[in-house]
């Protein structure tokens, strides 16, 4: 019989902010915090680094990429608990400046892992949210100024109040094909690619949250953020804030109180309300 307990998960956490998430929860979250991760060494070695500051969190294998890993992921959790009551939504990738691979490679991979995997992740585990559950999209301010790079077109179907995740999954794709065709810049789209992913991830959260205030299930809040530019491996370590200052956000968005009504569909950065574009 599967326990009432509360449950958090982080995806992408055996490092950097995601690692810092999940040791911020443990000390401060009322419930079960589960570390996550592609590789189960590195995600077990985490956990053994996590358990030596004398935290407890729990481990499952989960690549957003795979979506026959979050599935299990997902029959786990409703076996186990019934239910999630935080998720936050870590996972991503950014190329490395003097990446040898081609801004084509580069488009097709940043927006299939950090907007088409992430939503696929929402897909599968909305279903469990319980009220009162909360949901962190890690996102980047590199959106706020890739959409100003945009066309005036493309800004407008971006931030179009009546825009939906079919139309924005197409507005992405067409990204990655004229990125492939070397048209992306004729076609009016940033000539940045993770900057086009996190486009993605800002407008996808828009859209869940708008859509989730349609739900019967209450006080399910949804919101994007930035870490901020945090000294990690995304980075090559020249960010200016450690891993739990980038943390400090996201922590904050995963605990809002009951009946939080802002930050609610928002994009937040140093736990303010960003404008966006």
């Given at each position: ?7 958090a ?12 998430v999940?040791r ?44 026959s ?43 299939k892992?950090?907007?088409s ?16 559950a ?44 004229a ?35 349609k ?29 739990d ?33």
């Open positions: 019989m599967a326990s009432n307990r509360k449950v998960l982080v995806t992408g956490s055996n490092k950097g902010v995601g690692f810092a999940v911020a929860l443990c000390k401060s979250y009322d419930g079960d915090v589960f570390l996550t991760s592609r590789d189960v060494g590195r995600g077990q070695a985490a956990i053994a680094d996590l358990n030596k500051e004398g935290l407890q969190p729990k481990f499952h294998q989960l690549d957003i990429s795979d979506r890993s979050i599935e299990r992921l997902k029959s786990f959790l409703q076996f186990t608990y019934g239910g999630l009551d935080v998720l936050v939504n870590n996972a991503g990738i950014a190329y490395q400046e003097d990446d040898p691979a081609s801004f084509s490679e580069r488009a097709e991979v940043t927006c892992t950090n907007f995997a992430t939503l696929d992740v929402c897909r599968v585990l909305f279903p469990l949210l319980r009220p009162h909360r949901v962190v999209n890690v996102s980047s301010l590199v959106s706020q100024s890739a959409i100003t790079r945009c066309s005036p077109a493309v800004q407008g179907r971006l931030k179009d109040p009546g825009l939906t995740m079919g139309s924005l999954e197409k507005i992405m794709q067409e990204f990655v094909y990125a492939k065709a070397g048209t992306h810049r004729d076609q009016g789209f940033a000539n940045i690619p993770y900057g086009m992913s996190k486009i993605g991830v800002t407008a996808m959260s828009f859209i869940q949250d708008r859509d989730i205030r739900d019967s299930r209450e006080d399910i809040v949804i919101n994007a953020c930035s870490p901020g530019r945090v000294a990690t491996d995304m980075t090559s370590n020249k960010g200016t804030k450690t891993i200052e980038g943390a400090d956000t996201l922590v904050y968005l995963a605990l809002l109180p009951p009946n939080t009504t802002s930050p609610r569909g928002n994009l937040v950065a140093d736990r303010r309300i960003q404008n966006w574009g």
